[in-house]
């Protein structure tokens, strides 16, 4: 059974930091690009930050430029992202997604592109 397993998130004040990761379990993540996507309630799920099997292409969307960095250690099987800056607006379910080719700039953040999904984690920020 493919999983993605998650950790880190959690309630933090404006301007704190998290890091979200990314494990893989029964199959090798380098085989795989990953998203970062996160659903408030209400809203559609949005894709949030993308890097390729390689890790020389990344991709963010434009309300956390500069705030998150996306990483990954291929030799732990694990992506990371890191939150700086964090603002109230940032508050969401988030999810790491598996996608078994590299995407493109106009495809990273379609959610029915990826192939497997992590459990989700709640990020809160808020004073």
């Known amino acids: 059974q493919v999983q993605l397993v998650q950790f880190g998130g959690g309630l933090v004040q404006p301007g704190g930091s998290l890091r979200l990761s990314c494990e893989a379990s029964e199959f090798i993540l380098d085989s795989f690009a990953i998203g970062w996507f996160r659903q408030a309630p209400g809203k559609e799920r949005e894709g949030v930050s993308y890097?390729?099997?390689?890790?020389?292409?990344?991709y963010y969307a434009d309300s956390v430029k500069g705030r998150f960095t996306i990483s990954r250690d291929n030799a732990q099987n694990t992506v990371f992202l890191q939150m700086n800056s964090l603002k109230p607006e940032d508050t969401a379910v988030y999810y790491c997604a598996a996608a078994a080719g590299d995407l493109d700039g106009s495809t990273w953040d379609v959610p029915h592109k990826y192939d497997f999904w992590g459990q989700g984690t709640q990020v809160t920020v808020s004073s």
């Open positions: 890097i390729s099997r390689s890790g020389s292409t990344t």
